[in-house]
C-alpha cells in the first residue's frame, strides 16, 4: 500500500450534503474486475450531460481546479453502497485527501485501504474552507500528517484529529491482513475454543 | 449486568489484538457477489494467499444477471465477465457459488435467509450494505469494502471498534395498511441520514415485534439507510419457527437445542444503550420519497416541502436541489404526483410476502395506460417458484405487470432494467439516489402495496382507501 505523510494540493469545492457513493461511481463502471480505470467514471452523472458533452458548470470541470487532490464536501460525504470503487475511483483521479465535516462508516473506512486521507472538521472551519477556496483562485493547501495540522495560503494552520492506530497504518503504508494476520495463533485459539 | 443483544455477539467474537487497538471480530459467515469481490480474490492470488475457511463462505450472483430469459447468453460483455470470474474464482478457491442457472439463486439478502444460513447469534459480512439485512434475525451483519472482503477472506476476521448503541423502539400497533417499508421509511425521515452513523441499532417494541420475520428483515435492510452501521432485532419464538427446516442449519444439532442458544443472544430485560429513540406505530403513514435521499419522505397525505418554511441555509438548499432532480415543485401534494415506471423486488421488497401484498392490490385491476413499464422481479428463485405456485404471477400478468426472473434488476440497474431520463417510478428497493435506477431517472420508495396501487392509478394514492377486489 501507498503511504501517506505530506500533500500540498489544490482544493475543489463538492459543495453538497449526502454525496453518495452511487454519485461518486455509478453503476455502470463498476463492471471492471481491476482497481484501476475508473476516473473516467468518477461523478460521471454531474460531469456530464444526458446527451453526453461536459456540464461546464460542474466544479471539477473548471480549468481552475485542473490538478485538483483535495477534495472538500459537506456532511455525510461517502454515503449508501459499501462500493469500494468509489475511493479507487477519487485516487485514480487523483485525490488523496478528503474534507467534510462527517463520512459514512464504510466509506470511512474504505479509504484508509486504499491510502487515502479522509479529514473531519467541524462544520464553520469547512464553511470557511468553502468560502476562501470560491474567492481564491489556485486555492492550495498543506496536510502534513505527522503533525496532524492543514496550512492555509495565508499561513494559518487548522488541528485534525485522526485515530492513531489509522494514523500509523497510513504513514507507513501498511497492509492490514500482513498486520493482522501477525495474530494468527489468535484466531486458531478462538476457532479451537469453538469447535 | 444485564446485555443488549450487541454487547452479547460482540462478547462471543471478539479477539483481542493489542491494547488499545480495534479488535478481530470473528466472521462466522461470509456473503460474497460478483460486483465487490473479483479484486479481494485478485488480491489473494497475488500475495498467494487462500480463504482461511472457505466453507464459512457463500456466493451468488445478483446484480448484472439479466431477468429475461437465462437461455440466452448475457448481452453485455462487462457483465458477463464479471459473472464468469465470479464462478472461475469460486472454483479455483473453494467457495460455493449459486450461478444465474442454480436452483438457489437469487438476491444475495434473500438467499441467506431463506437456505438457513443467516442465523441468530452470528456475525455475518458481505461487499455490500444491505448486509444489515439479516439482522433482522439477531445477527450482527456489516456492510464491507472490497479490501475488508480480502481481509475476511484471508483471515476469518474483521477489524472493529465497538459501536454506540441505539434502540429505535416503535410502540402500539400498525394501522391496517401500513407495513415494514412504511416504518422504516418513516424512522430515517426523522433521524436523517446520517442520523445512525457509529451506531448499531436494536429495534424493539410492540410493532417491530408483531412484524413478520419478511417485515424484520425489510427495517433491518434499510438500517443502512440511516447510516447505521448494522441494525438488530432480538430473536424469539418467530424467529425459531421461521428457520425451522431450512436447508443450511447445522447438522446433528436437535432444533429445540439451537432454538434455545439462538433466544439467549436476545437482549436482557433492563439492558442499556447510548440512545432511544421511540415512534409510535398508529402516527405512521403510508410514505412516499420526494427526494434523492431516502430521509427525504414523508406520508402520503402530506405535500412536498415549502421552501421558505425550512430555517437551515444548507438544508434548503439541498432541497431545492433535491426537488429540481426530482422534477417537482414545493408544497405539492404527494398523491398528485403522476408515475410512468414501475418495479416491485429487491432485498428490501422482493420476498414472498411482499408479492403477496402487492397481488392482493393488483387482483382485477389493469396497470394504467400512462405507464410505460411496470415490472415484479423476485428476490430468488425460490421466491419465484412460490409466488407461481400460489398463482401470483398469473394476477400480476392478468393486470398487465411483467414477471421476472429474480435478481437485483432496477435496485441499481446494472443490468437492461433502467430508468430513462425524466422516468418517473414508483419504487420497493430500497436507494432514490440521483440517478440510481439509471440516469436522470427519478426514484420514488414506497411499500409493494403503493408501488402497484401506483402503477393502476397512474399517480400515487393511499392504499388505506383501496378497494381491494
Ligand atoms: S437488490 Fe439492490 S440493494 Fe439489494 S443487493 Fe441488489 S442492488 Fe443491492
Redesign the interface.
Known amino acids: 500500500m501507498d503511504t501517506f505523510t505530506t500533500l500540498t494540493g489544490i482544493v475543489a469545492p463538492l459543495d453538497?450534503?449526502?454525496v453518495?457513493t452511487?454519485?461518486i461511481i455509478?453503476?455502470?463502471f463498476?463492471?471492471?474486475?481491476?482497481?484501476t480505470g475508473y476516473e473516467d467514471g468518477l461523478f460521471f452523472?454531474w460531469r456530464f450531460h444526458?446527451d453526453g458533452t461536459v456540464n461546464e458548470e460542474f466544479e471539477l470541470n473548471k480549468a481552475r481546479y485542473e490538478g485538483t487532490s483535495i477534495l472538500l464536501s459537506?456532511?455525510?460525504f461517502g454515503?449508501?453502497?459499501?462500493?469500494?470503487h468509489a475511493?479507487w475511483a477519487l485516487d485514480n483521479y487523483g485525490f488523496r485527501c478528503l474534507i467534510a465535516p462527517?463520512f459514512?462508516?464504510?466509506f470511512y473506512?474504505?479509504c484508509f485501504?486504499?491510502s487515502i486521507l479522509p479529514i473531519k472538521l467541524d462544520e464553520d472551519t469547512v464553511d470557511g474552507l468553502f468560502k476562501e477556496c470560491f474567492a481564491t483562485e489556485g486555492y492550495e493547501l498543506t496536510i502534513d500528517l505527522p503533525t496532524q495540522t492543514i496550512t492555509k495560503p495565508d499561513g494559518g494552520t487548522i488541528a485534525f484529529d485522526i485515530d492513531?492506530?489509522l494514523k500509523e497504518r497510513l504513514l507507513n503504508g501498511w497492509d492490514?491482513?500482513g498486520l493482522?494476520?501477525r495474530?494468527?495463533e489468535?484466531?486458531t485459539a478462538?476457532?479451537n475454543a469453538q469447535a | 449486568m444485564p446485555k443488549n443483544i450487541y454487547q452479547k455477539i460482540w462478547d462471543a467474537h471478539a479477539i483481542e489484538t493489542e491494547p488499545g487497538q480495534a479488535a478481530m471480530l470473528y466472521i462466522d459467515r461470509h456473503f460474497v457477489h460478483e460486483v465487490t469481490s473479483p479484486q479481494a480474490f485478485e488480491g489473494l492470488r497475488l500475495n498467494g494467499r487462500k480463504l482461511r475457511r472457505p466453507e464459512l463462505t457463500t456466493a451468488t450472483m445478483d446484480h448484472n444477471i439479466p431477468t429475461t430469459d437465462r437461455s440466452i447468453p448475457i448481452q453485455d460483455p462487462l457483465s458477463q465477465k464479471q459473472v464468469d470470474a465470479l464462478e472461475n474464482n469460486c472454483a479455483e478457491f473453494g467457495v460455493e457459488c449459486f450461478n444465474m442457472h442454480n436452483p438457489n439463486n437469487g438476491i444475495v439478502h434473500v438467499v441467506g435467509p431463506e437456505l438457513g444460513f443467516t442465523q441468530p447469534g452470528m456475525t455475518i459480512v458481505c461487499g455490500d450494505s444491505h448486509t444489515s439485512t439479516h439482522g433482522a434475525f439477531g445477527a450482527l451483519a456489516h456492510g464491507i469494502g472490497t479490501s475488508e472482503v480480502e481481509h475476511v477472506m484471508a483471515t476469518q476476521t474483521l477489524l472493529q471498534e465497538p459501536s454506540k448503541t441505539m434502540e429505535v423502539r416503535v410502540n402500539g400497533k400498525l394501522p391496517v395498511g401500513i407495513t415494514a417499508k412504511d416504518i422504516v421509511l418513516a424512522i430515517i425521515a426523522r433521524i436523517g441520514t446520517a442520523g445512525g452513523t457509529g451506531y448499531v441499532i436494536e429495534f424493539t417494541g410492540e410493532a417491530i415485534r408483531n412484524l413478520s420475520m419478511e417485515g424484520r428483515m425489510t427495517v433491518c435492510n434499510m438500517t443502512i439507510e440511516g447510516g447505521a452501521r448494522a441494525g438488530l432485532i432480538s430473536p424469539d419464538d418467530k424467529t425459531c419457527e421461521y428457520l425451522k427446516g431450512r436447508e443450511r442449519l447445522p447438522e446433528g444439532v436437535p432444533f429445540e437445542e439451537l432454538c434455545e442458544k439462538w433466544k439467549s443472544f436476545a437482549s436482557d430485560e433492563g439492558c442499556s444503550y447510548d440512545t432511544l429513540i421511540e415512534f409510535q406505530a398508529e402516527d405512521i403513514e403510508p410514505q412516499v420519497t420526494w427526494g434523492t435521499s431516502p430521509g427525504m419522505g414523508t406520508g402520503i397525505s402530506e405535500k412536498t416541502p415549502v421552501l421558505a418554511e425550512i430555517a437551515v441555509d444548507t438544508d434548503r438548499d439541498n432541497t431545492q436541489k433535491a426537488l429540481e432532480y426530482m422534477g417537482l415543485n414545493e408544497g405539492t401534494p404527494i398523491d398528485e404526483i403522476a408515475v410512468n415506471k414501475m418495479f416491485v423486488g429487491s432485498c428490501t421488497n422482493g420476498r414472498i410476502e411482499d408479492l403477496q401484498a402487492a397481488a392482493t392490490v393488483a387482483k382485477g385491476y389493469t396497470v394504467n395506460e400512462c405507464m410505460d413499464q411496470a415490472i415484479i422481479v423476485p428476490g430468488s428463485y425460490k421466491v419465484k417458484e412460490e409466488a407461481e405456485a400460489k398463482g401470483l404471477d398469473k394476477i400480476f400478468i392478468e393486470a398487465g405487470f411483467e414477471w421476472r426472473e429474480p435478481g437485483c434488476s432496477m435496485c441499481l440497474a446494472m443490468n437492461d432494467d433502467k430508468l430513462n431520463p425524466g422516468d418517473r417510478c414508483a419504487s420497493t428497493s430500497n436507494r432514490n439516489f440521483e440517478g440510481r435506477q439509471g440516469k436522470g431517472g427519478r426514484t420514488h420508495l414506497v411499500s409493494p402495496a403503493m408501488a402497484i396501487a401506483a402503477a393502476i392509478k397512474g399517480h400515487f394514492t393511499d392504499i388505506r382507501e383501496w378497494k381491494f377486489n
Request: proline share 6%; with cysteine.
Open positions: 453538497r450534503m449526502n453518495d452511487d454519485q455509478p453503476k455502470q463498476l463492471k471492471r474486475i481491476e482497481r452523472d444526458n459537506r456532511d455525510n454515503c449508501g453502497s459499501s462500493r469500494e475511493p462527517t459514512a462508516d464504510i473506512n474504505n485501504n486504499n492513531p492506530f492490514q491482513i493482522t494476520l495474530h494468527e489468535k484466531i478462538y476457532e
